[in-house]
């Protein structure tokens, strides 16, 4: 089963009367041929004074104020379009990392908005540590593009030393796990990296991981991932986890899923606006696994 060329034209049209431009562009960079240079200073929209991302990078706030979190994003972002060089990556990033790098040598999660400005309530108690998700993608950034700056020794410490203190926590986090990897594909510790990643297979393979009820609207979301979330290609590192039956199966749930307007839905969201941000952000993650696995009819 594909998703129709009626349907996929459906999911065009709602990424483009709908979502951010940031989605947008993303969306003409991996199906239409886009320039690059579209998604860069889509990204570099988010950006501040200070070198770090803010202004909604996730759409759960409206604050302007820079995030660790939205400046990976924004990391990520232009790392998938080939958009980052080692010269971006240490002048217009690594200067706003390393400002907020704790005395552990990780950079936090988030830090609690200082403003007034509308966002989820979890923002505002979130704790201001070091964190494994943020400082593990940009050490494996750093890594990707054999960068050796003397930030990365206390970082990687740090990174080696988190993945024992949490263990399978946070395994049925598919937006976490992803970041672990790139640190984990990139690294020069390539045995203690191997023992991780199947240490995570066997984690992920747990019961109770992969939510398995179909029926749940939460399927697929936050919290309740099926395969799809971990292997969104048969190139991830995760893909042999998965029978051929299971992928399968899902992604014809996924195509299923798919809304009357086009759009593939989330429960994000602060406010209608964001609902259908959000709901953009989801479309265009659809349409590239779907993409990935040949299945959207030409």
Known sequence: MKLSK?????????????????????????FRNGDENGVFHAVNAYRNSDGGFGHGMEPDTASPESQPLFSIMALETLDEVGCLTKEIILKDFMPYFESITTEKGGVPWMFRPKSDYPCEGHFKTV??????????????????????????????????????????????????????????????SKEKANKRISNLKKWISADGIICNDKSDDGWGLYGKPHSLNYANSTESVFYSMFNKETIESDLQTLIEKQKEDGRWDTWYGISEGTKLEWAGIQTLWVLKTLKNYDKIEK
């Open 6 to 30: 009626d349907k996929y034209l459906k999911a065009r049209d709602f990424i483009l009367t709908n979502a951010r431009m940031i989605e947008r562009r993303l969306f003409e960079f991996h």
């Open 127 to 188: 704790k201001e540590w070091a964190a494994l998700s943020t400082t593990a993608p940009l050490l494996g950034v750093l890594e990707k593009y054999e960068i050796d700056i003397p930030w990365m020794k206390k970082a990687e410490e740090f990174v080696w030393s988190e993945f024992e203190r949490i263990q399978d926590k946070h395994v049925f986090c598919y937006l976490c796990v992803p970041r672990w990897l790139t640190f984990l594909t990139n690294t020069r």
